[in-house]
Nanobody
Framework: QVQLVESGGGLVQPGASLTLSCATS????????MGWFRQAPGKEREFVAV????????NYASSVKGRFTISRDNAKNTAHLQMNSLKPEDTAVYYC????????????????????WGQGTQVTVSS
C-alpha cells in the first residue's frame, strides 16, 4: 500500500512562489508515476503535472506550463511541485497522486489512472 502526504500549501500573494511536497511510503518513488491535480471550489478536479518514472520530460497542463515545475527526489522518496508567478486562479486544494502502472502520455491527465492519492493541501492566492 502506498501512502502519500502533501505539505507546503498556504496563503500567498499574486506573483509569489510556493513549493509543494509529496512524501511517499510503502513503495519507492522510482517505482511510481507521480502526478499533481487540483480542485477549486465548485469545480472538477483537474490535472496539473505528471512525472513518469521512465521519462525525463514531465508534462503540464497548459494553464501552468512555464510557471510550475514538477520534480522528484528518489533518494528521499519525495516529489515536489514548484509553483512560480502564482495567480488567483491557481487557488485550489492540490493533491498528489501515484500509480504503479507505467502511464502512457495520453492517460497521464486522467485522475482515474492513479491508484493512490494524498489528503490534499490548500493553496490560496490572494492579495
Amino acid at each position: 500500500q502506498v501512502q502519500l502526504v502533501e505539505s507546503g500549501g498556504g496563503l500567498v500573494q499574486p506573483g509569489a512562489s510556493l513549493t509543494l511536497s509529496c512524501a511517499t511510503s510503502g513503495r519507492t518513488l522510482s517505482d511510481l508515476d507521480m502526478g499533481w491535480f487540483r480542485q477549486a471550489p465548485g469545480k472538477e478536479r483537474e490535472f496539473v503535472a505528471v512525472s513518469r518514472r521512465n521519462r525525463n520530460s514531465p508534462n503540464y497542463a497548459s494553464s501552468v506550463k512555464g510557471r510550475f515545475t514538477i520534480s522528484r527526489d528518489n533518494a528521499k522518496n519525495t516529489a515536489h511541485l514548484q509553483m512560480n508567478s502564482l495567480k488567483p486562479e491557481d487557488t485550489a486544494v492540490y493533491y498528489c497522486a501515484a500509480t504503479t502502472s507505467n502511464l502512457i502520455l495520453s492517460s497521464t491527465s486522467q485522475a482515474n489512472q492513479y491508484n493512490y492519492w494524498g489528503q490534499g493541501t490548500q493553496v490560496t492566492v490572494s492579495s
